[in-house]
């Protein structure tokens, strides 16, 4: 094709993809449901969107904890995904904001504010910001030129593998929070190693307050449980006041993590009355008032030293963890959303966060799924939940004085419990055992060296065993005064050595060298490295005064040959009529034919 005919073809896809009424909608998926949006649906987003805000409030603070970051942070991180995401998101279940894996990820890419290795470390925060901001622009890229389909070759197995890691590396990090003692966390490894060595310096109270908050945990989440089931058998005309009264409950579950942080923080308020402030390890002061609207610090020294690791791992994880819990939720609830403008979504979320000081967030699983079981009607719960958010930190950020560490400790180790895909390793175990190298080469990994290298090394071991079968195809022999060689899936450059190797030792390094029937009926197409080494191998047939020859050629694979003009490789159409030619022609080596095969292809 001409370059005379593709400009005008650019030219109508660029005017579609630019200008197209159907694109920008899709681009702003709220100029799609707002039209149809009715009244009645306002309680629903209303219940939903205070729901997932008072889970969201104690969740960020906690989160900014395992980010290494001040914890007003957690909570300037938590509302501006919300709003953004109402604009450019499809599902109407999904919530953005801090997560447990993204805080994770985070911690290990920032700028320690001292070098003290035996306290509590904290990270410079334009780093983090500035984290966001490139993330979100890498992903709004991705989005644009329909990149999304780049996670396609992380598996399922790898992002367990990553999931249960994180879950472990979080959990062990916040096991000294609920003892009391202090040391400065590394990897899963050298945190269990640090809990042994400073068992000693466990404050009693700050054990006993954590033990307690995560039995109260234990007890809400069970009560939700049960009343999500009754409220699952209630009709119509089942009686309102025990509707009501298992709603009830079901809220006081749903909002556990809000409970347990006011009572814990009622507890240590009433022993600082009483001087008895040294006894529970407490957060302290939170900034208050809203965080200031403000340009991410590009003068903020060796910007590329601290995060420049971070712009490959984090935009894609958490684009993964986004992804399949819109996808999962979509299933659910019957609608439909796609990649690339969830990858859009998602960048816009952290590129507009970066100016109210957010670190990169994702969808949450755990709020995403109080949202949907509140019933949220639309995105416009997030407005409330964001809202929320808002109003905590204009007039609740003095409160967050007394919430003690154990509590929030307590709410972590809690939520990524449930992240352990312990059920995996079964289920691998029934039906392709040779997938749990894949997680045990993520798993270990990951908690020796840290998530990101453990799921790059996942990624590896599992490509590896993605282009294995492309490196060492089967295949089956006919033999005969003939030999039929038929392999049973695609030819591409890793076969090169195999396929070459097969030739040799079937039929040409043999005692009586035989001629080839390649029978080409599983093989869709091939590349050059394959037609060169077919040249080559035809040339050698032809010098031991043999042929090969290609049956049941498919229409791209027969182009390629064409073009690639390898000599004395005849096509037939069967195998039938390929030993017919073959036998009654017996082939002559001709020199002007053998300095043929010398020309490049």
């Known amino acids: 094709m001409s370059s005379d005919d593709l400009l005008p073809k650019f030219k109508k896809f660029a005017w579609e993809y630019c200008f197209s009424v159907d694109v920008w909608k899709d681009r702003l998926p709220f100029t799609r449901w707002l039209p149809k949006y009715r009244p009645q649906k ?51 279940d ?78 062990f990090g916040q096991v000294k929070n609920i003892l009391g003692i202090k040391f400065h966390n590394e990897v899963f490894t050298l945190d269990l190693i640090n809990i042994f060595r400073h068992i000693g310096e466990t404050k009693w109270a700050d054990c006993t307050l954590g033990i307690c908050c995560l039995l109260v945990l234990v007890v809400l989440r069970m009560l939700k449980n049960k009343s999500q089931k009754t409220l699952d058998q209630f009709n119509s005309s089942s009686p309102l006041k025990k509707r009501a009264v298992w709603k009830t409950f079901w809220i006081l579950g749903t909002a556990r993590n809000a409970l347990v942080v006011i009572a814990a923080s009622g507890v240590t308020y009433a022993l600082i009355q009483y001087d008895y402030d040294d006894y529970i390890t407490i957060t302290g002061n939170v900034t208050s008032g809203l965080p200031p609207l403000k340009v991410p610090d590009f003068q903020a020294p060796d910007i590329s030293k601290y995060i420049i690791g971070g712009l490959v791992s984090i935009p894609l994880i958490g684009f993964l963890e986004n992804i399949a819990i819109a996808k999962g939720f979509a299933r659910q609830n019957g609608y439909r959303v796609e990649s690339n403008q969830e990858l859009i979504a998602l960048g816009f979320c952290n590129l507009a966060g970066s100016f109210v000081s957010s670190f990169p967030t994702t969808g949450s699983f755990s709020r995403s799924a109080i949202n949907s079981q509140s019933s949220v009607a639309s995105p416009l719960g997030g407005i409330i939940t964001g809202s929320l958010v808002l109003l905590a930190l204009a007039f609740l950020t003095p409160a967050f004085y007394y919430i003690p560490k154990a509590a929030l400790a307590a709410v972590i180790l809690f939520s990524v419990f449930f992240m352990l895909d312990y059920e995996i390793i079964p289920h691998l175990w029934r039906i392709r055992k040779w997938e749990l190298l894949t997680l045990v080469a993520t798993f270990f990994p990951s908690l020796h060296l840290g998530v990101e290298y453990g799921t790059l090394i996942g990624i590896g071991v599992d490509l590896l065993m993605l282009l294995f079968p492309e490196a060492k195809p089967s295949y089956k022999v006919e033999r005969s005064e003939l030999l039929v060689i038929c392999f049973k899936q695609g030819l591409h450059y890793p076969a090169i050595d195999r396929l070459q190797t097969i030739l040799d030792e079937e039929a040409l390094l043999v005692e009586e060298p035989k001629s080839v029937i390649l029978d080409m009926r599983n093989i869709n197409g091939i590349d050059f490295s394959i037609a060169e080494g077919l040249r080559e191998s035809a040339k050698a047939f032809m010098k031991a005064g043999q042929k090969v020859a290609v049956v049941n050629v498919r229409k791209s694979v027969k182009t390629i040959l064409d073009r690639a003009g390898v000599k004395n490789m005849p096509i037939y159409e069967t195998v039938e009529i390929a030993r017919d030619r073959m036998a009654a022609t017996n082939p002559e080596t001709d020199p002007a034919e053998l300095e043929a095969f010398d020309t490049p292809l």
């Open 42 to 92: 306002i309680i629903n987003d209303v219940i939903a969107g205070l729901t997932v805000g008072l889970t969201v409030l104690p969740q960020a603070l906690a989160y900014a904890n395992i980010a290494r970051l001040p914890l007003v942070y957690g909570l300037y991180s938590a509302f501006m995904g919300s709003f953004m995401y109402c604009i450019f998101g499809m599902s109407k």
């Open 94 to 171: 999904i919530t953005v904001g801090p997560t447990a894996i993204m805080s994770l990820l985070v911690a290990d890419y920032g700028k320690p504010l001292t070098d003290n290795a035996g306290e509590d470390v904290l990270n410079d925060p334009r780093y983090a910001v500035l984290l966001a901001f490139f993330c979100g622009l890498i992903q709004i890229g991705l989005g644009i030129l329909h990149l999304g389909f780049v996670t396609n070759y992380i598996s399922p197995v790898v992002i367990s593998g990553f999931t249960s890691a994180s879950a472990l590396t979080i959990g």
